[in-house]
């Protein structure tokens, strides 16, 4: 009896619950699909590309300085040349009695990058330029320099951009030491054109910088135009032409002399003394840059139409840039109604094939818009100029924001969210948008400056536009998730 009393009040609870639940639908409010959220991916907004050539820019005040001549079997040849002025040790500089030269170096500091072929033989000019380099009123990018015929120092061989070196310093009145100092190309020059421009000068034109330059107008570098067409594929390293630090010595054209001891007429003193090239310290130093491009670059450079290539090219050293566009987004808007960007991605494919050794792809390329007066500016997602940031915002995090190189997708990625919403939601205009290569080193706040693509050399080919994207992986997509508000 127990058991059955049990059994009967189970069934009880039984009916009740489920007599509970017959209507769920009426338990709260049902929703509004007019209120609904709705989320999604769209992948197949168009960007267009172009190759266009980069602006020139001024290369008189430059972190470090190119030189070299690089063949490339994709884009062509690019040579860059330096224009160097000296200054004197100090004012009112003297040789002393009875000075004769030993020898003459160019003693050039290496910086960070090269790009290229560093086993390569490299045949090295230098003469003395007819002008003086701190006369000149513009040092733009594309400015050649004359220069005298006769050269004062030729070396062929090896380089060693990133090798220490052991050298001699020469001290008054104590034996020469050995020492180990960071790589620098070491060019030497010839001993009776140094002692007729530089050594005999007098007393007036070693008191001042402005007067020794007006006699010693400076020094012209450049790869032997006869040897280029036997570099092989060449290469492009740079100079750090900064002041001297506590590990690096000033560049500077460096003499090696004897004189009359001062107080014994019979002795002589060995002398070392820099004369430096340093910016730092007031000395003009510029780069020419010339480009001679293949012919499948400068089919897109002279195609006035709006042709779409299947790859595009970008090279720094005022050389290429991308100008992209986004032709439907504002009709976007219009087909699927409002919407808020969750997150935009501008993913740059590069082309299969075109980063092999020594011609690597460049590790980091810039993305930047032009205003209304035509002017660079950062994208507003990497636009600290506001003062203003949040908890995953790009722009406090250059990494996030994107720009480097994937060496194992091969591609590029920038988060591109807040652009892409001023773009639909017409908060701003497109003027111009463009990818251009900068340096692993440049800051948010300046790469996208003219003068910061020509402290590197590193170029990248990329996929640009196919009619057919599925048969291939080389394109410029635009990936954004958005959530529409109905």
Do not use: W
């Amino acid at each position: 009896m127990r058991f059955f009393k049990i059994d009967l009040l189970t069934l009880l609870i039984s009916l009740f619950l489920f007599a509970s639940c017959e209507r769920t639908s009426t338990i709260g409010l049902e929703v509004d699909p007019s209120l609904s959220v709705q989320g999604g991916l769209l992948d197949t907004a168009t960007v267009t590309s172009r190759t266009i050539p980069e602006d020139v820019a001024a290369t008189n005040a430059l972190s470090r300085y190119p030189f070299g001549f690089i063949k490339d079997p994709i884009l062509g040849t690019t040579e860059a040349s330096l224009a160097l002025g000296v200054n004197i040790p100090s004012e009112s500089y003297s040789f002393g009695t009875n000075a004769v030269l030993d020898s003459a170096v160019l003693v050039l500091n290496f910086d960070g990058e090269f790009y290229g072929d560093s086993t390569a033989n490299y045949s090295i000019d230098v003469h003395q330029l007819t002008n003086n380099l701190s006369k000149e009123t513009s040092y733009l990018s594309n400015r050649t320099y004359a220069f005298d015929n006769t050269i004062l120092a030729n070396y062929t061989g090896k380089i060693f951009p990133r090798t220490p070196i052991k050298v001699t310093d020469v001290l008054t009145g104590a034996p020469d030491t050995t020492m180990t100092v960071k790589p620098q190309l070491r060019l030497k020059l010839n001993n009776s054109a140094i002692t007729s421009k530089v050594l005999n000068l007098d007393a007036t034109s070693l008191k001042y910088n402005s007067y020794f330059q007006t006699a010693f107008k400076g020094l012209h570098l450049q790869i032997k135009p006869s040897a280029q067409a036997n570099l092989g594929n060449g290469g492009i390293m740079f100079f750090n032409l900064a002041a001297q630090t506590a590990t690096t010595s000033t560049s500077g054209l460096v003499l090696y002399f004897r004189r009359q001891n001062a107080t014994t007429t019979t002795a002589t003193d060995t002398v070392s003394v820099n004369f430096p090239i340093s910016t730092a310290l007031g000395s003009a130093a510029a780069a020419s840059v010339t480009h001679n491009y293949s012919a499948a670059v400068q089919s897109q450079l002279s195609n006035a139409s709006n042709t779409q290539f299947a790859t595009t090219y970008l090279q720094p050293l005022s050389g290429l840039r991308n100008k992209l566009s986004f032709p439907y987004l504002k009709k976007l808007k219009q087909d699927v109604g409002p919407m808020v960007i969750n997150k935009a991605e501008l993913v740059v494919d590069l082309s299969s094939g075109t980063d092999v050794a020594p011609f690597r792809a460049a590790p980091r390329l810039a993305l930047y818009k032009n205003d209304i007066a035509g002017q660079r500016k950062n994208i507003p997602d990497n636009d600290v100029g506001d003062g203003y940031t949040y908890v995953g915002d790009p722009r406090a995090n250059s990494a996030v924001y994107g720009g480097y190189f994937d060496s194992v997708k091969k591609r590029y990625v920038f988060v591109v969210t807040a652009y892409i919403q001023d773009l639909i939601d017409g908060k701003t205009e497109d003027y111009g948008t463009f990818l251009g290569v900068i340096p692993t080193t440049a800051t948010t706040t300046n790469y996208y400056l003219g003068t910061t693509n020509l402290i590197t050399a590193s170029r990248a080919v990329i996929g640009s536009f196919k009619k057919n994207p599925a048969a291939g992986d080389n394109l410029i997509k635009l990936n954004i998730y958005y959530t529409k508000i109905n």
